[in-house]
């Protein structure tokens, strides 16, 4: 186990390379099940998360290899099969659905379950493989899906309670790849990530129109073959280090950065005062904290909205923001575990459901406090920075699963961050 030990009150300046998505990772390597040639996945970010994903494809049969950033997957014989021991610790295999089922017309995951930031459902994960002609049976918590005749494009409107739905488009999309026929996809999600797997798709020989808006149309083929593919920037880590900036900075730069994935992160620091420049290309950012912030109010969307999954980042930033700024999860509506972690450290937070409701204090104190899950992790980082004293965050691995060498990153533009092993018990 280990712990991060901030020092707050650095400023922080310098510059930093953005590592690439996870959340455009964890799909495309799964959809790398879809072809028995070989494919290679470059800047595929060294967290957890990705790891846990190819020991699991490697589980399964593929072989793996791993360097620097560079992946490379031959997935020749694999198993339908993935079982508790391998998916329990991350919800996000869910998206082994779509590959196994188009690649062998059957597949065993066990359920997620759900996790802190809310009730995880599969429903849509369901209709979507129904959808295609698949017969779905869950049975001591493991999906059993199986098409014996095969997968037929359908019309699917996947749209559910709570909007689109982001690894249900990707599952149907892999699904529907090596479908007979056509499927159209209505109220698909519209998120960069979405998009990265239908252009890695395409490379390999799918056919997809309309990624990236709510219609996305594909028309089966035959076979895929092999590709080699470079994923997107992590829009999310971009974001967050963005939010780092204008609570403790005084000029950082990040690069690797895609100025169309951060329009909605962007608009809200600028509302608040904070100076946001990026180059001619849009892969280079500046970031100059305002002299005198003001207050913000978010309310989580699909994209283009502002990311749920940046939400907790900036109630950190409110947190010593003067005035009173509102932070509305229509997405995670119990995504709030960070709040009282950052009361524990004079954040002045009210919490009702769904909402946030935050006051600006003139300053934060460091202390120890737990992390819960990984943006929520993320955002006491953040407010460590920002605060007077020392602050020990506990649970490392949750921020380990989605961010890059984020204590070294951090260390490089002026913070005073170390990772220790941790002696309290989890
Ligand atoms: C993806 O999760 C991301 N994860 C999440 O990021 C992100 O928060 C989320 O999209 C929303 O943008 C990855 O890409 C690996 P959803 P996903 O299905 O696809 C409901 C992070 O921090 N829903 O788009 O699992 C669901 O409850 C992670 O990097 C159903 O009702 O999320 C939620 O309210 C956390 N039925 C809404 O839809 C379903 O069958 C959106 O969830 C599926 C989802």
């Given at each position: 186990m280990e712990k991060l030990v901030v020092h707050g009150g650095c400023t922080l300046r310098g510059t930093v390379n953005i590592s690439g998505s996870k959340n455009a990772s964890l799909p495309i390597l799964a959809a790398a099940l879809l072809t028995d040639e070989p494919v290679v996945v470059r800047?595929?970010?060294?967290?957890s998360d990705t790891n846990y994903m190819l020991q699991i494809l490697g589980q399964l049969g593929a072989s793996v290899e791993r360097y620097s950033g560079i992946v490379r997957i031959v997935a020749k014989e694999i198993d339908s099969v993935a079982t508790y021991e391998q998916v329990r610790?991350?919800?996000?295999?869910?998206?082994l659905m779509g590959p196994l089922l188009a690649r062998k017309l059957e597949c065993h995951i066990p359920l997620p379950g759900g996790c802190v930031i809310g009730d995880r459902p599969v429903d849509l994960h369901i209709r979507a493989a129904e959808a295609l002609g698949a017969k779905v049976e869950i049975a001591s918590g493991v999906l059993k899906i199986a098409a014996p005749n095969g997968l037929k494009g359908a019309n699917v409107e996947l749209r559910g309670d709570n909007g689109p739905t982001v690894l249900g488009t990707d599952n149907l999309m892999m699904a529907a790849v090596l479908a007979k026929g056509t499927t159209v996809i209505d109220s698909a999600a519209c998120e960069p990530e979405v998009v990265d797997l239908a252009h890695f798709l395409t490379s390999m020989g799918a056919k997809i129109e309309?990624?990236?808006?709510s219609r996305i149309v594909i028309q089966g083929v035959e076979k895929l073959h092999s590709t080699d593919h470079t994923v997107i920037p992590d829009r999310i880590e971009a974001g967050t280090f963005m939010a780092a900036a204008a609570m403790a900075g005084d000029g950082v730069t990040l690069r690797r950065v895609c100025r169309e994935h951060l329009t909605a992160v962007t608009r809200l620091l600028e509302e608040c005062g904070h100076t946001i420049c990026f180059n001619k290309e849009g892969d280079v950012v500046t970031i100059v904290a305002a002299k005198n912030p003001t207050s913000g109010k978010i309310v989580t969307a699909p994209?283009?909205?502002?990311?749920t999954d940046m939400q907790a980042q900036m109630t950190a930033l409110f947190a010593t923001t003067p005035g009173i700024s509102v932070v509305k999860d229509t997405?995670?509506?119990?995504?709030?575990?960070h709040c009282s972690e950052l009361k524990r450290m004079g954040a002045d937070i009210k919490v009702d459901n769904g909402r946030a409701v935050i006051t600006g204090v003139k300053k934060l104190s460091g202390a120890p406090v737990m992390a819960s899950d990984l943006r929520a992790s993320a955002a006491l980082v953040l407010a460590a920075l920002k605060a007077e004293g020392t602050t020990e965050i506990h649970r490392l691995y949750h921020i380990d699963r989605g961010y890059e060498m984020i204590d070294e990153k951090l260390l490089s533009i002026g913070a005073a961050i170390e990772r220790k092993p941790d002696d309290e018990e989890d």
């Open positions: 800047r595929v970010p060294d967290v610790k991350m919800r996000a295999s869910i998206c309309g990624a990236g808006t994209y283009p909205g502002f990311p997405i995670f509506p119990q995504r709030f575990m």
